[in-house]
């Protein structure tokens, strides 16, 4: 079985300050894990994902994740927030093979105050 | 480009009543998988489809049916509402390349209110 452990369900910060959003996943065999942003009232939107190769990720507006195998983590970070940030983000895992669903996480709330 | 599109955006039925929710897939996509998200949740898997049949299904009652059509647009089926199924139902499809299978694309959402 496969899960997803968001550890914060709301980080507030600063315009302009750093962020990280942590992500901690369990699964008996190999994964690939997700980031996913969802704006107020609307779908999903993919940030960034983790199929293979480079355990350090880039995705879209300035956000990276690192993958750390022997610490089962998925952490989300950027340098510099913008107000245009505040948005809940979500970790998703899937296990791949016979396995075709996402898990997610419960989501972060990120408030990106002036 | 179009994505994944979903209709309708909303929609209010009562409790017993029956609601089909429907999916187009991003183009190139032949895979569907719905999510139902409850308020303040992540979303839950419902289930998937792949060559018009139902490859997975997650921990939902029979009351929840789908269908995948040839053109490889999807419905969701609800029957015998209840208040617990008010959510934002997520539609995401993947494509069927490799690795790239493991990609799901979201769309905006048909969000459910039962009264």
């Known amino acids: 079985a496969q899960s997803v452990t968001q550890l914060d369900s709301q980080v507030p910060v600063f315009e302009e300050a750093p962020v990280e959003l942590r992500c901690n996943y369990s699964?008996?065999?190999?994964?690939?894990l997700f980031w996913y942003v969802q704006y107020p009232n609307q779908g999903l939107q993919l940030l960034l994902k983790?199929?293979?190769?480079?355990?350090l990720v880039k995705g879209i507006n300035g956000f990276e994740a690192e993958f750390n195998k022997s610490q089962t983590s998925f952490h989300l970070r950027k340098p510099s927030v913008h107000k245009s940030d505040t948005a809940e983000y979500f970790c998703?895992?899937?296990?791949?093979?016979?396995?075709?669903?996402?898990?997610f996480g419960k989501g972060t709330l990120l408030t990106v105050n002036p | 480009d179009a994505g994944v599109t979903q209709s309708p955006t909303h929609l209010i039925k009562t409790r017993g009543q029956q609601v089909t929710l429907r999916c187009s897939p991003k183009?190139?996509?032949?895979?569907v998988s719905w999510y139902q998200q409850a308020l303040g949740q992540g979303p839950q898997f419902i289930f998937q489809?792949?060559?018009?049949?139902?490859?997975q299904r997650g921990n939902f009652p029979d009351r929840f049916s789908g269908h995948q059509f040839p053109n490889y647009s999807s419905e969701l089926n609800v029957n015998a509402l209840l208040l617990g199924d008010s959510a934002l139902y997520l539609c995401?499809?993947?494509?069927?390349?490799?690795?790239?299978?493991?990609?799901?694309?979201f769309g905006p959402g048909t969000r459910l209110l039962v009264l």
């Open positions: 998703a895992v899937n296990s791949g093979g016979s396995n075709y669903k996402l898990t």
């Open positions: 983790y199929l293979s190769g480079s355990t």
């Open positions: 489809y792949y060559e018009e049949e139902e490859r």
């Open positions: 183009s190139g996509h032949d895979t």
């Open positions: 699964s008996s065999v190999s994964v690939y």
């Open positions: 995401a499809s993947s494509s069927p390349t490799g690795l790239l299978e493991e990609t799901q694309y």
